[in-house]
């Protein structure tokens, strides 16, 4: 596809728009970087005192891992929502935001949203340290699995981006995509296993019995690629074992779904881009 070849051909393009938005988001800030270090952790701080003392949501030690630390259970799942959600929320507005650019000069127009992605994985890197650095700490062995935790985030940084790419160009066509997918994603975030464990759900649908024919709300359940996401990166970093077979082939085959949609959807519509906005 001509969006591929658009951007091994725009690398360096790509390289400066990225440093731009590295350097860029926290401009003129007085904490600068350390911004995304805090906004997570301020986000921890307030899941785990509502869903740990308050409701008291109590997952499962990690096993073989040992850990029983709600905040570093939240936080396996919560730093890959977050990314999930900020290349989204970048990602789809990136060809409106640059409307003068697009309409004065010809580039490959797939290097906006992917830059705004690819600086966000700069900012995820550096969450994702700190949090594999904690977990050591609490006497889990992150490392060991540390490659397969690298190759499992970039293919969620491709699925992030092939969304991304689609919704981008949705947005051009109909503003309202930027609200309507605000609404979506707090439905989302609370219809994923970010601050309860997920066999709080497989209990309430065993308990309902199938839906439909023999679907479960458990099936369905399941259909959730960030529900897939998530039970990987905790049994990577907070059970410290290999995940299941079964999680591993979603979350390729959506991501290769998201790509394909996104770059066919990319393709068709970048060169009408100017005449649209």
Same mark, same amino acid.
């Given at each position: 596809?001509?969006?591929?070849?658009?951007?091994?051909?725009?690398?360096?393009?790509?390289?400066?728009?990225?440093?731009?938005?590295?350097?860029?988001?926290?401009?003129?800030?007085?904490?600068?970087?350390?911004?995304?270090?805090?906004?997570?952790?301020?986000?921890?701080?307030?899941?785990?005192?509502?869903?740990?003392?308050?409701?008291?949501?109590?997952?499962?030690?990690?096993?073989?891992?040992?850990?029983?630390?709600?905040?570093?259970?939240?936080?396996?799942?919560?730093?890959?929502?977050?990314?999930?959600?900020?290349?989204?929320?970048?990602?789809?507005?990136? &060809?409106?935001?640059?409307?003068? #650019?697009?309409?004065? *000069? +010809?580039? $490959?127009?797939? %290097?906006?949203?992917? /830059?705004?992605?690819?600086?966000?994985?700069?900012?995820?890197?550096?969450?994702?340290?700190?949090?594999?650095?904690?977990?050591?700490?609490?006497?889990?062995?992150?490392?060991?699995?540390?490659?397969?935790?690298?190759?499992?985030?970039?293919?969620?940084?491709?699925?992030?981006?092939?969304?991304?790419?689609?919704?981008?160009?949705?947005?051009?066509?109909?503003?309202?995509?930027?609200?309507?997918?605000?609404?979506? &994603?707090?439905?989302?975030?609370? #219809?994923?296993?970010? *601050? +309860?464990? $997920?066999?709080? %759900?497989?209990?309430? /649908?065993?308990?309902?019995?199938?839906?439909?024919?023999?679907?479960?709300?458990?099936?369905?359940?399941?259909?959730?690629?960030?529900?897939?996401?998530?039970?990987?990166?905790?049994?990577?970093?907070?059970?410290?074992?290999?995940?299941?077979?079964?999680?591993?082939?979603?979350?390729v085959c959506w991501t290769v779904a998201a790509v394909v949609i996104g770059a066919?959807?990319?393709?068709?519509?970048?060169?009408?881009?100017?005449?649209?906005?």
């Amino acid at each position: 596809m001509s969006v591929f070849t658009d951007l091994v051909s725009s690398r360096e393009l790509l390289s400066n728009l990225t440093s731009r938005e590295v350097k860029g988001k926290y401009k003129r800030t007085l904490l600068g970087q350390l911004w995304s270090l805090i906004n997570p952790l301020a986000q921890m701080l307030i899941f785990t005192a509502v869903f740990s003392f308050v409701i008291r949501v109590q997952p499962d030690k990690g096993s073989p891992s040992g850990l029983d630390v709600f905040a570093l259970w939240l936080m396996c799942g919560l730093l890959p929502w977050n990314f999930f959600a900020n290349v989204l929320g970048g990602g789809m507005g990136s &060809l409106v935001s640059s409307e003068n #650019l697009i309409k004065k *000069v +010809y580039f $490959p127009r797939v %290097v906006l949203p992917v /830059s705004n992605a690819a600086s966000i994985v700069v900012t995820w890197l550096g969450e994702m340290v700190v949090l594999i650095v904690a977990l050591a700490i609490f006497g889990g062995q992150p490392w060991k699995w540390l490659p397969l935790v690298v190759v499992v985030m970039a293919v969620e940084a491709v699925f992030a981006t092939g969304v991304s790419l689609t919704l981008s160009i949705a947005n051009v066509y109909f503003r309202d995509v930027q609200y309507l997918i605000g609404i979506v &994603l707090q439905a989302w975030f609370y #219809l994923t296993p970010i *601050v +309860y464990p $997920p066999h709080l %759900v497989q209990t309430q /649908s065993d308990k309902f019995g199938p839906l439909v024919g023999n679907v479960t709300a458990w099936d369905i359940y399941q259909l959730n690629p960030l529900t897939q996401f998530a039970d990987v990166f905790r049994k990577l970093l907070y059970d410290n074992t290999w995940p299941s077979l079964s999680s591993i082939i979603a979350i390729v085959c959506w991501t290769v779904a998201a790509v394909v949609i996104g770059a066919w959807v990319f393709a068709r519509n970048e060169k009408r881009l100017a005449e649209a906005l």
